[in-house]
């Protein structure tokens, strides 16, 4: 079993930034692939990022790329997404996950809800 809870998001300015990060506890988490999924109203929900733990190899949707980064800290069993120059539409609820890959993951945060007003 893996808990995971999210924490960082809030309302912010298009063109500003924030920080999101997840705490993992359970098993060892370096095992895993962890991800950002994002949800917004009335759309499918997407994967924003992922991260191999075991050797840092990352992938993002093209909608995020250059302006997002995912990072894992091993140790303390964290991981983050930097979010750089938001736009309102990324505006969602963001789930940080876990499992064997982006189309399969098994553990799920509560979420954190990010909004970004134009």
């Known amino acids: 079993q893996v808990q995971l809870v999210e924490s960082g998001g809030g309302l912010v300015q298009a063109g500003d930034s924030l920080r999101l990060s997840c705490a993992a506890s359970?098993?060892?988490?370096?095992?895993?692939?962890m991800g950002w999924f994002r949800q917004a109203p009335g759309k499918e929900r997407e994967v924003v990022a992922a991260?191999?733990?075991?050797?840092?190899?990352?992938e993002y949707a093209d909608s995020v790329k250059g302006r997002f980064t995912i990072a894992s800290d091993n140790a303390k069993n964290k991981l983050f997404l930097q979010m750089n120059n938001l736009k309102p539409e990324d505006t969602a609820v963001y789930y940080c996950t876990a499992g064997s890959g982006p189309d399969d993951m098994d553990y799920w945060g509560q979420g954190t809800q990010v909004t970004v007003s134009s």
């Open positions: 359970g098993r060892t988490f370096s095992r895993y692939v």
């Open positions: 991260i191999r733990s075991s050797d840092g190899m990352t």
